[in-house]
């Protein structure tokens, strides 16, 4: 199925739902998901496997807990790498690169009428998804092919914590005429791990020594004793 038609202006619905189903479930999102239900229906560049996903996770967020929603929110999105919406993350870390990719992408963003509010990343998926759905369709998907990459390994990192939201990076992938390939994942560093403070000294240990809670090694160093008479005498020590 060609996604990206001559009509695929229609696209733009798409997208500003999958952006908005990428955003913090709070409440004025769950009272906006009659609205996004049918604005996705409205246009068929989804597959109907797809769009039944989507809807799945629309009733999720629709009914329950709200804390819980919130709560799983937070606990994929902003810990660990993995699954981070901050598309930079998994392409720059934490390298001197990210700050000017950060410059470019905003100033792209800027010579198309769209300028970011106080706070808002250029890299965060959402708001690369509210940019995206204002390209003509050429761009739009080779804009969305670049980032397919980061796409498939998001999509089977939630995927392995058995997460709907893996649908609507599902239906990213569908967008950007690719298909989600297997990707081996480094295991997210735990966060308390992340943030331990290193032990001070680590009981003096160094390259082949024992722990704090074992015993230290002392080694004697023989020295020339009439090498030390004179030092021991200058400081009026009687040997």
């Known amino acids: 199925m060609a996604l990206f038609s001559s009509n695929i202006t229609g696209a733009a619905r798409s997208l500003r739902v999958l952006a908005r189903l990428l955003s913090y479930p709070d409440g004025q999102l769950r009272a906006d998901l009659a609205d996004m239900h049918a604005a996705l229906q409205s246009e068929h560049v989804l597959s109907a496997a797809r769009r039944a996903e989507l809807t799945a996770l629309m009733n999720t967020l629709a009914h329950g807990d709200s804390l819980a929603h919130e709560a799983e929110y937070v606990d994929l999105f902003d810990r660990g790498r993995a699954t981070a919406l901050h598309l930079f993350e998994h392409v720059h870390g934490d390298s001197r690169d990210r700050g000017p990719a950060m410059i470019d992408l905003a100033q792209t963003y800027e010579k198309a009428g769209l300028f970011l509010a106080e706070g808002e990343l250029p890299d965060y998926l959402p708001v690369v998804l509210e940019f995206v759905s204002t390209q003509p369709p050429a761009e739009a998907r080779a804009f969305l092919g670049e980032m397919a990459h980061i796409f498939n ?9 058995n997460s709907a939201y893996a649908s609507v990076l599902g239906a990213l992938l569908e967008l950007s005429g690719e298909k989600a390939h297997p990707v081996k994942l480094i295991p997210d560093e735990p966060l308390d791990s992340a943030w331990e403070e290193p032990v001070v000294f680590d009981g003096c240990s160094v390259k082949g020594q024992s722990k704090p809670d074992q015993t230290q090694p002392i080694h004697f160093v023989k020295t020339d004793a009439a090498s030390r008479k004179p030092a021991a005498a200058s400081a ?3 040997p």
């Open 153 to 161: 390994a998001i999509f089977h990192a939630l995927q392995q914590r």
């Open 236 to 238: 009026g020590v009687t």
